[in-house]
């Protein structure tokens, strides 16, 4: 009896997981869709990152910029994974140039670099951070930030 349960079992897995939808894997009911990440592996603007060994601090925020409005031109000094949840997200990195992230996607902010972001189209735009190595610093720093890079 074990030895059918467990047959059946494997046979009930493999056969949902080969029926699954493409880029889609279920699992118990639920479903995980994989995020877009612009840049994959690298910042927005092609720099290479490493997450640090040590201060594995972690730090979301929940962000909405109302239509039409913008932030200050800042810089990050740690890196910090972005998800646009609704609406578009405008970046002007200076001489970098300027990108235009849609919902659904994500991208892993520039470091040390001056930039400015805002609402696109618009609408308001809603976005999720996730700051990296945050413990003891100043995330959203700028007062070093005069003009874009």
């Not at 730090?59 to 578009?88: C, M, Q, R, W």
């Not at 200076?94 to 470091?111: F, H, T």
């Amino acid at each position: 009896m074990i030895k059918y349960f467990v047959i059946s079992s494997f046979l009930l897995t493999s056969f949902t997981f080969a029926n699954a939808a493409p880029g889609k894997v279920p699992y118990e009911g639920i479903q995980a869709t994989p995020i877009n990440v612009v840049g994959n592996g690298k910042t927005i603007i092609g720099q290479a990152y490493v997450l640090p060994a040590s201060n594995q601090a972690l730090k979301p925020f929940n962000v909405t910029i109302s239509a039409g409005k913008s932030t200050d031109i800042h810089k990050h000094p740690v890196p910090a994974l972005v998800y646009v949840v609704s609406g578009e997200l405008e970046i002007n990195y200076g001489s970098k140039g300027k990108q235009v992230i849609k919902a659904g996607d994500s991208y892993v902010e520039a470091v040390n670099w001056c930039h400015q972001a805002g609402a696109y189209g618009g609408k308001p735009v809603h976005i999720l951070v996730y700051y990296f190595n945050t413990e003891g610093k100043d995330l959203a720093d700028s007062s070093k930030c005069a003009k874009l890079e």
